[in-house]
């Protein structure tokens, strides 16, 4: 994955988004080189410098929601050209729709 630095607010802010999920059976862990919350060793979503990507799936109506957001993207970890298309990555300007974000992913997750 194409390593960007976190700031600490954005690393304050996913590990928060982490604790609220805890009782949800989400860990914290390492995926795509990244701070990650895994289900069941699955990521849901990923720090990657001030942005969070979540895997919302393609066909989630959430994940239109979330790229209509001001600058979000497709999540692409590899920088070239090549974004996974169920996820989509959330910048911290708009960490307010993290937690719903979130909780989308996690019950994508668990279907």
Known sequence: MEKRESSAAAVAAFENLGADLLD??????QMFGARSLL?????????NGDMVAFKL?????????AL???????FDPSGMGRPFK?????P???AGEW????????????Q
Do not use: Y
């Open 99 to 110: 937690p719903a974000l979130a909780d989308a992913a996690l019950a994508a997750a668990r």
């Open 24 to 29: 949800a059976g989400v860990v914290a862990g």
């Open 86 to 90: 169920d996820w989509v990555e959330v």
């Open 57 to 65: 799936g393609r066909d989630n109506p959430e994940h239109g929601r």
């Open 68 to 74: 209509a957001l001001p600058g979000a993207v497709l």
């Open 92 to 94: 911290l300007a708009a």
């Open 39 to 47: 289900l069941d060793k699955k990521a849901i979503a990923c720090l």
